[in-house]
């Protein structure tokens, strides 16, 4: 799907959305739905501009055509049960809760936010049309012009192409727990669609004036949700789109069509690759950080509810949130070599406690990161820590439970939500052991 008007885990959440906006779905229910459906009677116009759309996109992408796309047009209600569906069938309510609790225990989101609903919400607004892969049909919305929208179709039929030759069904299947490679591989699918959109408007004066208006007026809907969404959601939610164009730009100006396409079999393995292309190009892969669950150490009735991996990207906003200095937080983020945090929730409800272990390209990037993540603690409680070795080990007694951040070499640990039960150098103990 496109964000109307466009040219996740911490962020499972938001990362859940890009899939979803990717037209990462499940077929089933919606197919039967479909099939019982009146028939939108704007369909017969949406064919007609799919055929020639196509037509152009397939000449500029140099992609062939190799089967007719179906297409037609959904009302709001339409489109808002079939992200209810794709929701419901991409992630269950332990998951949500999950993802919930993580953005509330990094203190992303108010104690009152419900993510399912607010997605629902959010992606409605948002989305002027659809490609589906596992139906391989296009939709567009109803409500808005379609001479105007016809960059948001060539964006979309862009993403039917790559499914035709890329097979992006295959998407779906990337590891689970690996979020912040999804959100790459995301970037390169949006981007590539992006790079193509631009390309098709600059083919044509009207269409030239036609973006630009849209621009102006601010396009045909409300932009409501997305205003007053939290910042994690929001941002992320257009990284694939604004960050992956740049990304596939670079591809396009080193290599054409023909580089683009070939990333489809060397898929981005992280955002640090997509906000530093040069990465890519030289193969820089992330560590991967050996999960380990504390639960039994715990105590009784505590479990493992989720884990992930951030990446350079969702620290940058972890970061930012509250250094509220874009320079600052970028350059402690940059560095990253690889990452995985877990979320343990414990017998009581107020019981949630989130682990992140971190490794980093040098000591000094450890060090840098180290630096930052105990300013913004000291920032996010408004309190310094109780206990500190410079550079080494800070600890702070807060509301919410203990929080430890402590380096060794390249490795940065934090631990958030600590008992009082518990001391802090047994679980650092634990978690920095070798698996």
Not at 104 to 129: C, H, N, S, Y
Not at 181 to 198: C, I, N, Q
Request: proline letters at 4%.
């Amino acid at each position: 799907m496109s964000k109307k008007n466009s040219s996740s885990k911490v962020f499972g959440a938001a990362a859940l959305a890009c899939a979803l906006l990717a037209g990462s779905t499940a077929a089933g229910s919606a197919q039967k739905a479909r099939r019982t459906a009146v028939v939108n009677p704007r369909t017969a116009a949406v064919r007609e501009a799919t055929a020639e759309v196509l037509r152009e996109t397939s000449e500029i992408r140099k992609l062939p055509v190799r089967k007719q796309v179906r297409s037609g047009a959904q009302t709001r209600t339409e489109i808002e049960q079939m992200l209810i569906r794709n929701l419901d069938e991409n992630a269950t309510p332990e998951e949500l809760e999950a993802s919930e609790l993580t953005l509330r225990k990094l203190g992303m989101t108010p104690a009152d936010f419900r993510l399912r609903a607010f997605l629902i919400g959010l992606l409605t607004e948002q989305v002027a049309g659809y490609y589906e892969p596992k139906t391989q049909e296009f939709y567009l919305a109803d409500w808005i012009d379609l001479d105007g929208q016809k960059p948001v179709m060539a964006h979309e039929l862009t993403h039917a192409l790559q499914d035709q030759h890329f097979d992006l069904k295959r998407l779906d299947k990337l590891p689970k727990h690996e979020s912040d490679a999804g959100l790459a591989a995301h970037a390169l699918v949006e981007g590539d669609a992006m790079v193509l959109m631009m390309q098709y408007v600059m083919r044509s004066p009207v269409r030239q004036l036609a973006m630009l208006r849209s621009l102006v007026t601010g396009g045909a809907g409300s932009t409501e949700q997305y205003d007053k969404a939290p910042r994690v959601l929001r941002e992320t939610l257009v990284f694939p789109y604004v960050q992956g164009s740049a990304w596939a730009g670079q591809l396009y100006k080193r290599g054409g069509w023909e580089m683009v396409s070939g990333a489809y079999k060397n898929l981005p393995q992280s955002t640090e690759q997509i906000l530093h292309p040069e990465k890519y190009f030289s193969l820089e892969t992330p560590t991967k950080v050996a999960f380990r669950s504390i639960a039994e150490a715990l105590g009784k009735g505590w479990k493992v509810a989720d884990h992930d991996v951030n990446g350079e990207w969702s620290y940058y906003l972890i970061l930012d949130e509250y250094l509220q200095s874009k320079e600052t937080s970028q350059k402690a983020a940059e560095g990253w070599g690889g990452d995985r945090y877990v979320l343990y929730t414990g017998p009581n409800k107020s019981d949630v406690l989130l682990t992140q272990k971190t490794v980093w390209d040098t000591e000094a990037d450890a060090r840098e990161f180290y630096e930052a993540y105990a300013q913004r603690t000291s920032k996010r409680y408004a309190a310094a820590p109780v206990a500190s070795e410079p550079a080494v080990r800070s600890f702070w007694n807060t509301k919410e439970g203990g929080v430890l951040v402590e380096r060794v070499g390249t490795t940065v640990l934090v631990v958030e939500g600590i008992p009082e039960t518990l001391k802090a150098e047994t679980l650092a103990g634990l978690l920095m052991a070798k698996t």
